[in-house]
C-alpha cells in the first residue's frame, strides 16, 4: 500500500517570501504520479500543480514548482512571491497509473498561513 | 460551464436516519468517488466507480453506500449505520486516461444532531 506524509502541520510565511513544503511517499512501484492540491477556506480543492515519475524534469506552474527527488521519495512544493490568496491547506497526493482503479492517496495535509 | 455539483451544501440529519447526498458531473468522466474529509485532516475514500453499475468501495465503505445509474450521478447515502458521520465529504471525478487528475466538487457538511 502506498502512504504519503507531510510532516509539517502548519506554516506561516510573510507575504512576498518563499515558502517551501514537505512530502515524502513510500511505495515499490516505479511509474506513478504526484500531485499537489490547495483547499482555501471555501473548501473547494484544487489542483496546484503535478508531477509524472518518469520525468526528470521538475513541474512547475508559475509561482509554484517542485522539488521532486525520486530516490529519496520527496516532492517538495516550493511557493514564490507568496501572496495573501496562498492562504490554505495544501495536500500532497499520490496515485498509480492512469486507470479509475489507481485512487488517490492524500496526506495529512499542511495548514500555510501568509501573512501581510 | 462543465463540473461537478454537490447538493446540498448543508445537511443536518438526527441520528439513526438515512441521507443522501448529491453528485452531479457533466465532464463526461467515466470515474468518480467519494471521499470523506475530518477536520484538519486529509481525505478519505469511501467509494469509486469506474463505469455506470459498477462501484468499488474504499478505505471506509462500512455505513455507506452508492450508486451509478447514469454516467453524471454518484449519489452517497450515509447510513445509520456510520457511526460518526459528521464530516465534510467531497465528490470527485476524472478521465481515465486524460492526465489523471481528479476534479472536486464544493463539498457538503454534514452534521448529526
Known amino acids: 500500500a502506498q502512504t504519503v506524509t507531510q510532516s509539517q502541520p502548519e506554516m506561516s510565511v510573510q507575504e512576498a517570501e518563499t515558502v517551501t513544503l514537505s512530502c515524502t511517499y513510500d511505495t515499490s512501484e516505479s511509474n506513478y504520479y504526484l500531485f499537489w492540491y490547495k483547499q482555501p477556506p471555501s473548501r473547494q480543492m484544487i489542483l496546484v500543480i503535478r508531477q509524472e515519475a518518469y520525468k526528470q524534469q521538475n513541474a512547475t506552474e508559475n509561482r509554484f514548482s517542485v522539488n521532486f527527488q525520486k530516490a529519496a521519495k520527496s516532492f517538495s512544493l516550493k511557493i514564490s512571491d507568496s501572496q495573501l490568496g496562498d492562504t490554505a491547506m495544501y495536500f500532497c497526493a499520490f496515485t498509480l497509473g492512469m486507470g479509475a482503479g489507481n485512487m488517490l492517496t492524500f496526506g495529512g495535509g499542511t495548514r500555510l498561513m501568509v501573512k501581510p | 460551464d462543465g463540473g461537478i455539483t454537490q447538493s446540498p451544501k448543508y445537511l443536518f440529519r438526527k441520528e439513526g436516519q438515512n441521507v443522501t447526498l448529491s453528485c452531479e458531473q457533466n465532464?463526461?468522466?467515466?470515474?468518480m468517488y467519494w471521499y470523506r474529509q475530518d477536520p484538519g485532516q486529509g481525505l478519505r475514500l469511501i467509494y469509486y466507480s469506474q463505469i455506470v453499475n459498477d462501484f468499488q468501495k474504499g478505505d471506509i465503505a462500512e455505513g455507506y453506500s452508492v450508486s451509478r445509474e447514469k454516467k453524471e450521478s454518484f449519489p452517497l447515502t450515509v447510513t445509520s449505520a456510520q457511526k460518526n458521520p459528521t464530516a465534510f465529504y467531497l465528490c470527485a471525478s476524472r478521465s481515465i486516461g486524460m492526465r489523471n487528475e481528479q476534479f472536486f466538487g464544493p463539498g457538503t457538511r454534514l452534521t448529526v444532531l
Open positions: 465532464l463526461n468522466h467515466d470515474a
